[in-house]
């Protein structure tokens, strides 16, 4: 339902650009968000914004990363830069939404597979 795809390797100060699409007919985004996991850490929330409010940032990413929203294509982005090693994880989007099922408005709340992004010095 949710395919990531953007991660790879990247020296220090580089930029990678995170993409995550639903499949299928949506009637709304209701929120979407970044997530990462660094070896051996607890996931960590990254980015997100709800409803299409303001987005929210970590402290360590605020300024160097971009959350936005394609609604057109289904898509989700996080623009990354001045990437350093302590940026280094998998990352997880979470987009929860609304569609048509059955005939009825119900909500979703999907993961996508997690992309690895190493960041070399």
């Known amino acids: 339902q949710v395919q990531e795809s953007g991660g790879g390797l990247v020296q220090v100060g580089g930029s990678l650009r995170l993409s995550c699409v639903v499949s299928?007919?949506?009637?709304?985004?209701?929120?979407m968000s970044w997530h990462r996991q660094a070896l051996d850490k607890e996931r960590e929330l990254v980015a997100f914004v709800i409803n299409g409010g303001s987005p929210v940032y970590a402290d360590s990413v605020k300024g160097r990363f971009t959350i936005s929203e394609d609604s057109d294509n289904n898509a989700v982005y996080l623009q990354m830069n001045s990437l350093t090693p302590e940026d280094t994880g998998v990352y997880y989007c979470n987009v929860q939404v609304t569609r048509w099922s059955g005939g009825d408005l119900k909500e979703y709340d999907y993961w996508g597979q997690g992309t690895q992004v190493t960041v070399s010095s």
């Open positions: 299928g007919s949506l009637y709304r985004i209701n929120a």
